[in-house]
Every structure is written in structure tokens, then in C-alpha cells.
């Protein structure tokens, strides 16, 4: 075979596998965007429920900003890093790939240990999921997504795991770009839960 | 024919974003975060102009954020992602609005005794 038709066929091939794997991407972007629609479903409960606290304290007595804050920057920081970590690995640099997502594993555990301290606070205090309407939905929703967290931690543990050890195959980047797509749309949330839940909380409306 | 390749794909491949994106993504939202945390915490502006200007910002926030990080809008056609995010939008809408139109309604037509009432009535409850 000349040259010219082997390069060929390692194009054609090359453009075949991007291809297929955008079509997965495209396929993880629609399961994004249906849960979505359950955060949406939780959000419109907490809402709903937001002013019927039994008797109990409100939001702006309960929730402590600068601790909400200090969450959100990790959080945040943490999506950026994701970001970093993804170009990385689309310019096949390993340990840098390996560098960025444990800073954002670190991140994504001080979010998680920030909110578990606030939930072990609350339910300290006698302010637990059963006190209220109010707080049932709160720990629902701060709850799922702090779930949420926990399993793209999980599978940020993993990722790390099999990248060190195969290193940056077509199928792991695909994989690295779908976790990086769920780590910012985790951070696209935490915006709402902090602008309703915390920051319109505290002026209570 | 050593760059070809890589033209090609990125035709197809719509989820690279460059580092100039991330940065001014980052710095975006950082500031939107801590002007909308110092508006609340300093009580700056009047109750209603203040709820106005947080929701403003996070919602420019999300916007900034879906741009910079997920990279919307930087597909050719047909544009697919576009259309199930603007699906899922809509569904979002309908959902969070429509529960807080109908429980609102609910709770300005009914006093809590009527609702006992009317639910004794209701076999099964």
C-alpha cells in the first residue's frame, strides 16, 4: 500500500473514533440535563416548603455565610481546576492531568467536609430533617447534591487510578471529559442552592 | 498533512475549551460570587432592589459558567446540545413556577382548617 493510502485510512479511522465519542459525550450531556430536572423538582419542593418551619427558627437564623461562602469558593475553585486538568489531557499530559484533579479531589473533599459539619451543627441543635417542612426540603436538597458530590468523587478516585496506571487512552480521556462535565454542572447547582437557599435565606423572603 | 487530523476533529469535538476561557470564567465568577455575598451580608441596597441584583447575578453567573465550562454555544450545526438544554430549561420553568403558582393559590384560597376538612372528606385520607 502507498503511503498516501495508509495515511488516508488513519484519518478516516481517527475521524470515525472523534466521531463516536462525541456522540457519548452528547449522550452524557442529555443525562445532565434530565437531572437537572430533578434538582428542579427539589428546588420547586424547597420553595414550596421554604416558610413553614413549625415553629422552629428560619434559614437566616440557622445558616452561617462566611462558612457557605468558604464552601462555594472551594467549590468553585475546584470546577476551574477540573477545567485545567481536562485541557491537560487533551494536550496528553499525563502527570500534569494527575496534578490537577487531585487538587480538585482535595477541593471537592473540603465542600464536602464544610457541608457535613453544617448538617452535624444543625442536627446538633435539634434543627435535623424531622424538625420541619422547612428542613426536610433543605436537607433534601443540600443532601442530594452533597450525594452527588460524594459519587463524582468517587469516580474522580477511580479516573486518577486508571490514568496512572494506563495512562491517557482515547477511552479515558472520554471518560475525563464526562467527569468534568459533571464536576461543572455540580458547580451550576451549588449557585442556586447558594443564591436561594443561603443568600435569599439570609434576607428572608 | 501532520495538522490535518487535528483540524478535522475539532470540527467534531465541541467540548475543548481554551485556557483564556477557564481563566476569565474563573475571575467571572469569583466576582459575581463575592459581590452578591457583600451585598447580602452589608445589607447595601433597599429588601426588594437587593433580592432583584442576587438573583440578577446568579444568573448571570449560570450563564457565564454554561459558556466558559461546558462550552454551550461552541457546536456547529445541527445543534443539538442547544436544543436539549433549551428543552430542559423549559421543563425547569414549567416545574419550579408552576409548583409555586399552583401552592400559592392553594394557600390563598384555603385556610389550613379548610384543607383538614376538605381532606376528612376525601376517602383514603
Known sequence: ?205 | MSKQPDMIISRHDTDRGTPRMYVSGFVASIVLTLTAYLLVVNHALSRRILIGAVVALALTQFLVQVVFFLHLGRETKPRWKLAVFLFMTMVVLILVFGSLWIMTNLNYRMTPAQINTYMNNQAGF
Open chain 1, 1 to 205: 500500500m502507498s503511503e498516501t493510502a495508509v495515511a488516508s485510512q488513519r484519518l478516516d479511522r481517527t475521524i470515525a473514533h472523534a466521531e463516536a465519542d462525541s456522540k457519548n459525550i452528547f449522550g452524557f450531556w442529555v443525562y445532565i440535563m434530565t437531572d437537572c430536572v430533578l434538582f428542579a423538582g427539589l428546588f420547586a419542593t424547597y420553595a414550596v416548603l421554604h416558610n413553614n418551619t413549625f415553629g422552629g427558627p428560619p434559614g437566616s437564623q440557622l445558616f452561617s455565610l462566611p462558612n457557605v461562602l468558604a464552601e462555594t469558593l472551594a467549590l468553585l475553585t475546584s470546577s476551574f481546576t477540573c477545567g485545567l486538568a481536562i485541557l491537560s489531557a487533551h494536550r496528553k499530559h499525563k502527570n500534569k492531568v494527575l496534578f490537577w484533579f487531585a487538587v480538585t479531589f482535595v477541593l471537592g473533599l473540603v465542600f464536602l467536609g464544610l457541608e457535613l459539619t453544617e448538617f452535624r451543627h444543625l442536627d446538633q441543635t435539634g434543627n435535623s430533617w424531622r424538625r420541619s417542612g422547612f428542613l426536610s426540603s433543605f436537607f433534601t436538597l443540600v443532601g442530594t447534591h452533597g450525594l452527588h458530590i460524594t459519587v463524582g468523587l468517587s469516580w474522580m478516585a477511580i479516573m486518577m487510578l486508571r490514568v496512572w496506571r494506563a495512562g491517557l487512552t482515547r477511552a479515558n480521556v472520554r471518560k475525563l471529559t464526562m467527569l468534568s462535565l459533571f464536576w461543572h454542572f455540580l458547580d451550576i447547582i451549588w449557585i442556586f442552592i447558594f443564591t436561594i437557599v443561603y443568600l435569599l435565606g439570609a434576607i428572608g423572603i
